[in-house]
Structures are given as structure tokens and as C-alpha cells.
């Protein structure tokens, strides 16, 4: 069963930087997708930024230019830079993953989630 782990939130005043972590276990496929994504207080869930098993990443426009998504395989560890954090970042943020090629995948439904990191931005 696989299971994902955050770290890494917190609290920043506005232009700084965080960097996420987010540990996978159990994984047993060869092949796989991952994703960052957030949730803002009263908000919908949002993607924030993919990549898959080739390294191959996207961004939520929002983000573009500032957030840096990228993995450790020998790790099993999946990471997000954030750099120039804006009030409007601030969310819970969770990692999610699922088989690249399946239709979960596909959707950004993925099936594997953690249990979320805080990030708090203040002015």
C-alpha cells in the first residue's frame, strides 16, 4: 500500500521561500505520476504542479517561474521549491500519487494522497 508523507510547511512572511517534501513508501510500480496540490481556506483543491516518471513537469499558471517541482527516485522523495511565496499561496498543500498511462492519472484523480503540510504566508 503506498503512503505519502509531507513536511516542510510553515509559516513566511511574503517573498520567501519554503521547499516541501513529501516521503513515498510502499511504492511498487515502475512507473508512476506525482502532483502538488493545494487547498486554500474556503477554497476548492487546485493543482499546483505535476511530473511524470520521465521528469517531465506542468504548472498551474499561478505558479509558473516560482514553484519548482522535482524528485529524488533514490530517495522516493518528491519535492516543491517555492520561491517569492505570495499571501495567496497560503493553503494546506498535499502530495498525490498515482500509475502514469491510468486514466486516475490522467484526471488528476490521483488515489494516493498525504495528509497535508500548513503553509502560511504573512504580509
Known amino acids: 500500500q503506498v503512503h505519502l508523507v509531507e513536511s516542510g510547511g510553515g509559516s513566511v512572511q511574503a517573498g520567501g521561500s519554503l521547499r516541501l517534501s513529501c516521503a513515498v513508501f510502499?511504492?511498487?510500480?515502475?512507473?508512476?505520476?506525482m502532483g502538488w496540490f493545494r487547498q486554500p481556506p474556503g477554497k476548492e483543491r487546485e493543482v499546483v504542479a505535476t511530473?511524470?516518471?520521465?521528469?517531465?513537469?506542468s504548472y498551474a499558471d499561478s505558479v509558473k517561474g516560482r514553484f519548482t517541482i522535482s524528485q529524488d527516485n533514490a530517495k522516493n522523495t518528491l519535492y516543491l521549491q517555492m520561491k517569492s511565496l505570495k499571501r495567496e499561496d497560503a493553503a494546506m498543500y498535499y502530495c498525490?500519487?498515482?500509475?502514469?498511462?491510468?486514466?486516475?492519472?490522467?484526471?488528476?484523480?490521483?488515489?494516493?494522497w498525504g495528509q497535508g503540510t500548513q503553509v502560511t504566508v504573512s504580509s
Open positions: 511530473i511524470d516518471s520521465d521528469s517531465s513537469s
Open positions: 498525490a500519487a498515482d500509475i502514469c498511462g491510468s486514466w486516475y492519472a490522467a484526471q488528476l484523480k490521483y488515489r494516493w
Open positions: 510502499g511504492y511498487t510500480y515502475s512507473s508512476y505520476c
